[in-house]
């Protein structure tokens, strides 16, 4: 091989270690924002909630990084086969962690909201939610980056616990507000963080799809049925919580 293509070689792997270490730090980055969020919402942390809503312009900017990046390898390496099938999957993941560092920040906008207001108890609620879903987001994270198409395939199908919790957390809280208007309010806001969990839910359930594919060279078929509450939804949180941020979720 001359010098000029054990440069382009050299050159080439270097772009894709660092587009590695680019989804790692995005995806290193929502889970703690993730997790602050949460621990705003149980603590009733007004400054934790603000650390976790000015943290999501990091994830923002490294998103841009990627597609920059991943524009650039495109236009230039002109990858095929697994190559390109890993660089068009990192885009289509940085995509979905954007999105969960939305959703993270939105928790925090409503756990600010809620530290001043009585305490409820069923704040306890939303944290087994948000358990299973940090465990999702941290297992399909490693589940990417090792190429584990098992792990993800395991992450895929958790999601519809996650979505009976949230159907099983709105009844509760729909009967909460109802026997005391006084609780209207703050379990409204809840509710809203509760649809943010269960979004987060299916964008980890989305980039387990995308490893799937990525792998296997093949979509993964959809054999799971997606629970459905929408007899028992009121409104809609993304027009509410996204605004100007991001374009509506169209969910799954």
Same mark, same amino acid.
């Given at each position: 091989m001359s010098e000029q293509g054990t440069h382009i070689v050299a050159a080439y792997d270097e772009e894709f270690q660092r587009l590695t270490k680019q989804i790692t730090q995005m995806g290193a980055l929502a889970e703690t924002q993730l997790q602050a969020a949460l621990q705003a919402v149980e603590r009733r942390d007004e400054k934790l909630a603000a650390k976790v809503k000015d943290q999501d312009k990091q994830i923002d900017a490294i998103e841009r990084e990627i597609d920059a990046l991943v524009m650039r390898m495109l236009a230039l390496r002109q990858p095929v086969a697994n190559d390109l099938r890993f660089i068009l999957a990192t885009l289509r993941c940085?995509?979905?962690?954007?999105?969960? %560092?939305?959703? #993270?920040?939105? &928790?925090?906008k409503r756990a600010t909201a809620l530290s001043q207001m009585p305490v409820t108890p069923l704040t306890r609620g939303v944290a $087994?939610? %948000? #358990?299973?879903?940090?465990?999702?987001?941290?297992d399909v994270m490693d589940a990417f980056l090792q190429g584990d198409v098992e792990k993800a395939v395991e992450v895929w199908e958790s999601d519809e616990e996650v979505d009976s919790l949230y159907t099983s957390l709105f009844r509760e809280l729909l009967t909460?507000?109802? @026997?005391?208007? $006084?609780?209207?309010?703050?379990?409204?806001?809840?509710?809203?963080?509760?649809?943010?969990l269960e979004r987060i839910g299916d964008h980890a359930t989305?980039?387990? @799809?995308?490893?799937?594919?990525?792998? @296997? %060279? @093949? &979509?993964? #078929?959809? $054999? $799971?049925?997606? #629970?459905d509450a929408s007899n028992y939804t009121v409104m809609d949180p993304d027009d509410d919580d996204l605004g100007e941020d991001a374009e509506e979720d169209p969910g799954r």
């Open positions: 940085s995509s979905e962690v954007e999105r969960v %560092g939305d959703y #993270a920040k939105n &928790m925090a $087994r939610m %948000g #358990a299973l879903v940090q465990a999702m987001l941290k909460y507000m109802m @026997e005391d208007p $006084r609780h209207i309010t703050p379990c409204t806001h809840l509710l809203f963080i509760a649809k943010n989305n980039i387990a @799809e995308i490893i799937h594919f990525q792998v @296997e %060279g @093949e &979509m993964l #078929a959809d $054999r $799971r049925p997606k #629970a």
